[in-house]
């Protein structure tokens, strides 16, 4: 199993302008050197990808430092008015999309279903797909039985048109209790040892799944410098999707050299 520890940086919809997000972006390189062993994906809103590839490719050093999206559509091309492809992202220079985000389903009304259909055309392309899995509390609330199955259908049914091809495919899951979603629960994050439980439980579901699959699975949900250390010295814990600590530059490169020092 890869050690290397991966923390991926949500965005969201914020900065507001492109000096906000050329100004962050330029802060997370810095601390991306080649003395950091940890993976970082940058995953900003769409419309500042192009300009922050650029950047990426201007700076020259740091191949540990890559763009992600933060949804993309199912179809390639054509009449999907308002959608991103896959295709789009490969091309703009974006090399992970986020798939299922917990907001996503919320406000937009995204389902298992939508994200089976994102996450198999992300993957026919070549682009890594972060599949975003979590229970609410409504779910917690009956327990972490309750909470595993739930877990279980959101995960099995976006794998479910994975083809069993020769390819050896990346993908990444991030375990977020939406209830530990720092808009939801004003920053308290779920502790590391139940994390971890449900954590196990996905890889144990990934490892019987019959396809070919790389797979890395991270923790998310109010993610920050103080607790991060916490998480990460969990060998199963692969790493972290961090929302909005990922906004404020200083606490965020901490986060990536905690990820480091135990990668
Ligand atoms: P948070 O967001 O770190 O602000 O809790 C994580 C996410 O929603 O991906």
Same mark, same amino acid.
């Given at each position: 199993?890869?050690?290397?520890?991966?923390?991926?940086?949500?965005?969201?919809?914020?900065?507001?302008?492109?000096?906000?997000?050329?100004?962050?972006?330029?802060?997370?390189?810095?601390?991306?050197?080649?003395?950091?062993?940890?993976?970082?994906?940058?995953?900003?809103?769409?419309?500042?990808?192009?300009?922050?590839?650029?950047?990426?490719?201007?700076?020259?050093?740091?191949?540990?430092?890559?763009?992600?999206?933060?949804?993309?559509?199912?179809?390639?091309?054509?009449?999907?008015?308002?959608?991103?492809?896959?295709?789009?992202?490969?091309?703009?220079?974006?090399?992970?999309?986020?798939?299922?985000?917990?907001?996503?389903?919320?406000?937009?009304?995204?389902?298992?279903?939508?994200?089976?259909?994102?996450?198999?055309?992300?993957?026919?392309?070549?682009?890594?797909?972060?599949?975003?899995?979590?229970?609410?509390?409504?779910?917690?609330?009956?327990?972490?039985?309750?909470?595993?199955?739930?877990?279980?259908?959101?995960?099995?049914?976006?794998?479910?048109?994975?083809?069993?091809?020769?390819?050896?495919?990346?993908?990444?899951?991030?375990?977020?209790?939406?209830?530990?979603?720092?808009?939801?629960?004003?920053?308290?994050?779920?502790?590391?040892?139940?994390?971890?439980?449900?954590?196990?439980?996905?890889?144990?579901?990934?490892?019987?799944?019959?396809?070919?699959?790389?797979?890395?699975?991270?923790? +998310? +949900?109010?993610?920050?410098?103080?607790?991060?250390?916490?998480?990460?010295?969990?060998?199963?814990?692969?790493?972290?999707?961090?929302?909005?600590?990922?906004?404020?530059?200083?606490?965020?490169?901490?986060?990536?050299?905690?990820?480091?020092?135990?990668?």
């Amino acid at each position: 199993m890869e050690k290397t520890k991966i923390v991926i940086a949500n965005w969201k919809m914020c900065p507001v302008s492109i000096e906000g997000a050329k100004e962050l972006f330029s802060a997370v390189q810095r601390t991306c050197s080649p003395k950091i062993s940890a993976e970082v994906v940058v995953a900003p809103p769409f419309v500042y990808l192009t300009e922050l590839v650029r950047l990426a490719r201007s700076f020259g050093r740091g191949k540990n430092l890559r763009l992600g999206a933060q949804d993309c559509f199912w179809e390639q091309a054509g009449a999907y008015t308002g959608e991103v492809s896959p295709e789009i992202l490969k091309t703009l220079g974006a090399t992970h999309v986020l798939i299922g985000h917990s907001e996503r389903r919320r406000y937009l009304k995204e389902t298992d279903e939508m994200a089976q259909k994102k996450l198999a055309a992300a993957l026919r392309i070549g682009i890594i797909p972060i599949l975003c899995v979590g229970e609410d509390k409504s779910v917690r609330r009956k327990g972490l039985a309750s909470a595993k199955q739930f877990v279980k259908k959101q995960l099995l049914t976006a794998l479910r048109s994975v083809s069993q091809s020769g390819t050896r495919h990346e993908l990444l899951v991030a375990y977020e209790p939406v209830w530990a979603i720092s808009s939801v629960s004003g920053g308290k994050s779920d502790t590391p040892e139940e994390a971890v439980a449900m954590i196990l439980w996905i890889k144990q579901l990934l490892g019987a799944h019959p396809f070919r699959l790389a797979t890395r699975v991270l923790y +998310g +949900g109010s993610v920050n410098m103080k607790n991060a250390a916490g998480f990460m010295e969990l060998e199963a814990i692969d790493g972290a999707l961090v929302g909005d600590a990922s906004l404020r530059a200083q606490e965020f490169c901490v986060i990536v050299k905690i990820a480091s020092s135990f990668s």
